[in-house]
T-cell receptor
Framework: GQQLNQSPQSMFIQEGEDVSMNCTSS?????WLWYKQDPGEGPVLLIA?????ELTSNGRLTAQFGITRKDSFLNISASIPSDVGIYFC?????????????FGIGTKLQVIP | GAGVSQSPRYKVAKRGQDVALRCDPI?????LFWYQQALGQGPEFLTY????????KSGLPSDRFFAERPEGSVSTLKIQRTQQEDSAVYLC??????????FGPGTRLLVL
């Protein structure tokens, strides 16, 4: 099935560094979502974006909905060891009700203390 | 309960065996989704229920896969005559209808 393109696919960073990852799609989405998945658990929603150009923060996390509606990025500032995990972007055609969610392949983040 | 629960957490099956995976959604959530997550990949949509009605099953990979939610609460994903390529994590998610999906921990299926 279709999956969104995420980059980088994995990264090692030093604790305290900032992190940036992005996601692109060949299709337009009207909702962009960012999830984090810890080992042995299901994905947990971090940030939801509903409007092109929107910039939203959640603590040390900031995400933006691209103007073209075909991309999004996630920044993590001042990384800490518990940021380790796999980050998935996901897109949905519309903001409300039922719409199939398409996930990216994930960015695996390792933080070196 | 407080969150989505799934059972069993781990399942090892011999090729050709039938398996049944259970999902208990968050109480009151009308929407329920099943996803398949292969190793190193993101979740891929399998099927969607609104209450007891299965409104979208376009992601089910073959007719060996069957899902039901007879009373609009608990759901079961059944895989008949399992094959090695069915090995994956099967995730269930529920939603109140505002679009936000809450995921369970998944069932890890290994077919030998």
């Amino acid at each position: 099935g279709q999956q969104l393109n995420q980059s980088p696919q994995s990264m090692f960073i030093q604790e305290g560094e900032d992190v940036s990852m992005n996601c692109t799609s060949s299709s337009i989405f009207n909702t962009w979502l960012w999830y984090k998945q810890d080992p042995g658990e299901g994905p947990v929603l971090l940030i939801a974006l509903y409007k092109a150009g929107e910039l939203t923060s959640n603590g040390r996390l900031t995400a933006q909905f691209g103007i073209t509606r075909k991309d999004s990025f996630l920044n993590i500032s001042a990384s800490i060891p518990s940021d380790v995990g796999i980050y998935f972007c996901a897109g949905r055609p519309n903001s409300g009700g039922y719409q199939k969610v398409t996930f990216g392949i994930g960015t695996k983040l390792q933080v070196i203390p | 309960g407080a969150g989505v629960s799934q059972s069993p957490r781990y399942k090892v099956a011999k090729r050709g065996q039938d398996v049944a995976l259970r999902c208990d959604p968050i109480s009151g959530h009308v929407s329920l989704f099943w996803y398949q997550q292969a190793l190193g990949q993101g979740p891929e949509f399998l099927t969607y229920f609104q209450n007891e009605a299965q409104l979208d099953k376009s992601g089910l990979p073959s007719d060996r896969f069957f899902a039901e939610r007879p009373e609009g609460s608990v759901s079961t994903l059944k895989i008949q005559r399992t094959q090695q390529e069915d090995s994956a994590v099967y995730l269930c998610a529920s939603s109140s209808g505002d679009g936000t999906q809450y995921f369970g921990p998944g069932t890890r299926l290994l077919v030998l």
